[in-house]
């Protein structure tokens, strides 16, 4: 949100009088004073006027973003690559990513400005199952797929049961429905690499209940209350 609206929803001043502010040297954002006027501020500045912080309560927003391939989840990238932020400018909240979607990922990536809710989705205790469909390289024997249900190691973490679904033996590789019970950083990639299958593409259609459906790649649309209610209850 820039700071000038920023500072007015905080009940300071109007976003005038807050450009003023600005001009004035009387606005600090981490401990700095500000000399940009349009400043977007970021989730986890503190913004202080007149050496008082100010903290606004937002209204909370629960979004559900179709992730495209070549953006990485994060708030920002050093190397300047594009990030989920980028999809969702228009978003006038402070939202930020539940969990990550690798940069060669795509499919359903929840965003809020909610911190708790963000905590529980996020928590592996809370099991809500992440379903991906996975282009793997070659088949999966029965064996292979037992594997994947008992548990499989995949370098030091053996990963919960997980939930294995065959959808499709194309000519050298096989669409697979894998439904995973925690978020190990690439944790889908490590299960079908250990078993010798390497994946070609993955995308991530459901978390818990809540699906992807028809969204376009790149839209993003808010969550329905049941939705919300679903994972924050998990
Ligand atoms: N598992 C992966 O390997 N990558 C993801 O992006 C999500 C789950």
């Given at each position: 949100?820039r700071?000038n609206k920023?500072i007015a929803s905080?009940?300071i001043a109007?976003r005038?009088?807050?450009?003023?502010?600005?001009?004035?040297?009387?606005?600090?954002?981490?401990?700095?004073?500000?000399?940009?006027l349009g400043?977007?501020v970021k989730?986890?500045d503190?913004?202080e006027?007149?050496?008082?912080?100010?903290d606004?309560?937002?209204?909370?927003?629960?979004?559900?973003?179709?992730?495209p391939t070549?953006y990485?989840?994060?708030?920002?990238d050093?190397?300047?690559?594009?990030?989920?932020m980028d999809l969702?400018?228009?978003?006038?909240?402070?939202?930020?990513?539940?969990?990550?979607?690798?940069?060669?990922?795509s499919?359903l990536l929840?965003?809020?400005?909610?911190?708790?809710?963000?905590?529980k989705?996020a928590?592996?205790k809370?099991?809500l199952g992440?379903?991906?469909?996975?282009k793997?390289?070659?088949?999966?024997?029965?064996?292979?797929?037992a594997?994947?249900?008992?548990?499989?190691?995949?370098?030091?973490f053996v990963t919960?049961?997980?939930?294995v679904?065959?959808?499709k033996?194309?000519?050298?590789h096989?669409?697979?429905?894998l439904?995973?019970?925690?978020?190990?950083?690439r944790q889908?990639?490590?299960?079908?690499k250990?078993?010798g299958?390497?994946?070609?593409?993955?995308?991530?259609?459901?978390?818990?209940?809540?699906k992807?459906?028809?969204l376009?790649i790149?839209g993003?649309r808010?969550?329905?209350?049941?939705e919300?209610?679903?994972?924050?209850?998990?």
């Amino acid at each position: 949100m820039r700071i000038n609206k920023y500072i007015a929803s905080a009940g300071i001043a109007s976003r005038r009088k807050a450009d003023e502010l600005i001009e004035n040297g009387n606005v600090k954002v981490n401990n700095i004073v500000l000399t940009e006027l349009g400043y977007d501020v970021k989730p986890g500045d503190i913004v202080e006027v007149n050496g008082r912080p100010i903290d606004v309560e937002e209204k909370k927003i629960y979004i559900m973003l179709n992730k495209p391939t070549g953006y990485i989840t994060s708030v920002k990238d050093e190397q300047l690559r594009p990030t989920v932020m980028d999809l969702v400018a228009e978003v006038d909240a402070r939202i930020f990513p539940v969990g990550r979607l690798d940069y060669n990922t795509s499919g359903l990536l929840i965003m809020t400005n909610d911190g708790d809710f963000a905590y529980k989705v996020a928590h592996p205790k809370h099991k809500l199952g992440k379903t991906y469909i996975a282009k793997i390289q070659g088949f999966l024997t029965r064996g292979k797929i037992a594997k994947l249900e008992k548990g499989i190691d995949i370098g030091g973490f053996v990963t919960s049961p997980a939930k294995v679904n065959i959808i499709k033996e194309l000519p050298k590789h096989t669409l697979v429905e894998l439904t995973i019970y925690e978020g190990k950083n690439r944790q889908v990639r490590k299960m079908f690499k250990a078993l010798g299958n390497p994946v070609v593409e993955l995308e991530r259609i459901a978390i818990g209940d809540v699906k992807l459906g028809r969204l376009a790649i790149g839209g993003y649309r808010k969550l329905t209350q049941k939705e919300i209610e679903h994972l924050s209850k998990a």
